[in-house]
């Protein structure tokens, strides 16, 4: 998708283009379907790595996905209010510019890592790697990516994470996977959030957000949560429990397991 | 490109004269946007007077209930005889390298299409 914005080189891959790079082809470096093509091939391979890394520690890995403004950054701050006394949690930041997200993620106490990606408008598997790096696995047991703000891009770069988390906020219209099904398509769970604002805002239907999910043959769990009078979390933090219970378990790190 | 240049010189090509695409609705990937993007991306490559020949595949499902097949809409992914939504997808989210037809540099210049196919993601 990213020929639409000319964001497919990013801080992350651009070494594989630049001159004498992997993918470098021509010394005048117009080349971007090869990117394209090349990208999407060396960004499975580094996601696959960045996988290996996760599953060796035994740590979880999601990856947040929405609009600009669904609610990440809520969301995972009263994530970790509600589980960093029993869990070690860190969070890779996607923004264009700002370290604020990540500021207000170490405000709560946690390792937060903020990648800024300058014009690019998604996150790729390179950029989560380089992250790693700054990262101590070992004494992890969640890594939260939070990518950029977008419903197009982010959807076509895997990253390495086990499961891909979306947000789909109340005041944006139930019908937000039928206008973005590739994105949609891709939930292993769907997030609706501010669902404070469902009395004011009736026209949004949870119902409807469901039953558009389905049509696209995503049997993804769906639920209605509010991070800012915290109806709803509780089953949130009891499926993120579940999925790091089973991820421990497949590690062979049982023992280690908070569940 | 990078696969197309490969294959090229694997055959000994001289020139690339078309390449041919399968790209699903699903892909995330917008052929209009692509064959722009070709236009600068074959600039200086083998491929350089190449057409782009993309062929737009159809969304075909699996239905998990009633076990046909049937097509579909991007936003729609149901069961076009049972209506059920438990579906898998059989294609339309493919982002392939089809076919290329290429000049040999030994022979008299004629285009020889290549049958084997691979897959870019």
């Known amino acids: ?12 891959n651009a070494h594989l283009v630049q001159p004498g790079g992997r993918l470098s082809k021509t010394a005048d470096g117009r080349e971007a379907v090869s990117v394209l093509h090349g990208l999407l091939h060396a960004n499975d391979h580094t996601a696959a790595h960045n996988r290996e890394h996760f599953n060796k520690h035994g740590v979880l890995a999601v990856n947040l996905m929405s609009s600009p403004g669904a609610g990440k950054t809520s969301l995972l701050e009263a994530t970790i209010d509600a589980l960093k006394d029993e869990l070690a949690i860190a969070v890779i930041e996607g923004d264009l510019e700002t370290e604020n997200d990540a500021d207000r993620i170490r405000a709560h106490g946690v390792p937060a890592i903020q990648i800024t990606t300058g014009s690019a408008c998604h996150l790729d598997a390179h950029m989560v790697h380089d992250a790693l790096h700054a990262l101590d696995l070992q004494k992890l047991d969640i890594v939260f990516i939070e990518n950029v703000g977008n419903l197009v891009c982010p959807a076509s770069f895997d990253l390495g ?29 769907v997030l609706l959030s501010k669902s404070d604002l469902l009395p004011v805002l009736d026209d949004f ?30 089953a949130w933090i009891h499926w993120l429990l579940a999925e790091l219970a089973r991820l421990k378990h497949q590690s062979g790190r049982l023992a280690a397991g908070p569940a | 490109m990078e696969q197309v240049e490969n294959l090229a010189r694997e055959e000994q090509a001289a020139q690339v004269m078309a390449i041919h695409l399968g790209i699903g609705p699903l892909s995330g990937v917008e052929p209009q946007l692509l064959e722009q993007a070709f236009s600068i991306a074959r600039a200086g490559s083998i491929a350089a007077d190449a057409e782009l020949i993309i062929k737009s595949m159809p969304i075909q499902v699996s239905c998990k209930q009633c076990g046909q097949q049937s097509e579909a809409l991007p936003n729609r992914l149901l069961c076009g005889h049972c209506g059920d939504w438990r579906t898998s997808l059989v294609s339309g989210d493919e982002l392939q390298l089809q076919h290329v037809e290429l000049v040999r540099q030994a022979a008299e210049p004629e285009t020889a299409p290549l049958a084997a196919a691979s897959t870019i993601n």
């Open chain 1, 1 to 12: 998708m990213c020929d639409t914005c000319g964001c497919n080189v990013t801080p992350g």
């Open chain 1, 161 to 189: 994470q086990h499961s891909n988390v979306i947000l789909l906020s109340v005041p944006e219209g139930d019908d937000k996977p039928a206008k973005y099904p590739v994105m949609f398509r891709a939930a292993d769970l």
């Open chain 1, 205 to 234: 239907q949870p119902d409807n957000a469901r039953r558009h999910l389905r049509e696209l043959a995503n049997s993804a769990q769906v639920f209605e949560l509010s991070a800012k009078n915290s109806d709803g979390m509780d």
